[in-house]
């Protein structure tokens, strides 16, 4: 049975020192795993084990996408509802993760994917509310 991950677990730490090419992060709860992101808030990585182990998982938008994909990267694929779910993140490639050196370029296609992704963030006040119904509920 696997470990729960915690924000200041070896393996969140060690993945914070990794991403040192773009500042410093910081581990918080998500979901099942941890989230990481900078000193100003952007969310560029997630750690949690889908069965394989727990693994770092970069942001990667459409725009690094490719990058992720040429590397052999895998995207973050879970099951709901039986059914295969998405999100757009990648796996950092194996031999990134032996240094911060070799992850930087990594770590800055992440930070530019959440860069371009609050960018494209509509501002909060120009959202709709949530009305609580599930998408395709009528109203």
Do not use: H
């Not at 394989?52 to 973050?76: I, N, S």
């Amino acid at each position: 049975m696997p470990t729960a991950l915690t924000a200041d677990s070896e393996f969140a730490q060690y993945c914070c020192e990794l991403l040192a090419a773009i500042g410093p992060c910081q581990a918080y709860r998500m979901f099942g795993g941890l989230g990481l992101r900078t000193a100003d808030g952007l969310n560029v990585a997630i750690v949690t084990d889908l069965g394989e182990g727990d693994t770092l998982w970069l942001k990667a938008d459409a725009v690094a996408r490719a990058d992720f994909e040429a590397a052999g990267c895998q995207r973050f694929t879970y099951t709901m509802q039986g059914k295969p779910r998405s999100m757009g993140y990648y796996s950092a490639p194996a031999e990134a993760m032996e240094s911060p050196a070799l992850m930087a370029p990594w770590a800055e296609r992440a930070l530019a994917s959440a860069l371009r992704s609050r960018a494209s963030a509509r501002p909060a006040a120009q959202r709709k509310p949530r009305t609580g119904k599930g998408r395709g509920a009528s109203a």
